[in-house]
Structures are given as structure tokens and as C-alpha cells.
């Protein structure tokens, strides 16, 4: 079963959310040390807000995905870390 690293950010302007997709479409996805599938990043201006949910097909890459994506610098995320939260992908469908 696939399990997603949902993490919420605050203070999160337009100019961040534009670093971190020009970084992550010019390197093909998230860094080497994050074995994850998918990335789905949501961004409300007006609140400032913004949520990261990475998918990964197991528990050791989402060990080894969540080991890299905690020690990361915080210039290197969208914003402040709010909350981190590890769910179980109970259902999942593009349409």
C-alpha cells in the first residue's frame, strides 16, 4: 500500500511556490535522497498556506523520503513548516 508525507506550510508567498517548482521540474522531481512517485503541491495565496503531499510506494522509501525531506533547510521548502503527517493511500484515482 502507498503511503503520502502530507505537510503543511504557513507564510508562503507566490515567489516560493515558483522557486520550488522551477527546482523540481529543472531536476526531474524531488531530490535523489526522496523515493517518491508523485508530488502534488497545493498553495492558497490568501492565506498564505501551503500543502505538500508525496507519495511513496513503501514504508522504507517513505522512511528514507521522510529522514531527507526533515533535514532539509528551510530555504529549500515552500514556507514554514506547520504540521507533518504520514497517511495510508486508501484510495487513489485520476479521472
Do not use: K, W
Request: hydrophobic share 35%; charged share 35%.
Amino acid at each position: 500500500m502507498a503511503i503520502a508525507r502530507v505537510v503543511t506550510f504557513e507564510d508562503v508567498d507566490q515567489e516560493r511556490i515558483d522557486g520550488l517548482r522551477s527546482r523540481i521540474e529543472s531536476e526531474g522531481g524531488p531530490p535523489p535522497d526522496v523515493p517518491a512517485h508523485e508530488i502534488l503541491i497545493l498553495h492558497d495565496p490568501e492565506g498564505s498556506r501551503s500543502l505538500a503531499i508525496l507519495f511513496f510506494e513503501n514504508e522504507d522509501d517513505y522512511r528514507r523520503g521522510d529522514a531527507a525531506l526533515s533535514a532539509m533547510p528551510a530555504d529549500e521548502t515552500p514556507g514554514r513548516r506547520a504540521s507533518v503527517q504520514r497517511y495510508e493511500v486508501a484510495l487513489r484515482r485520476s479521472m
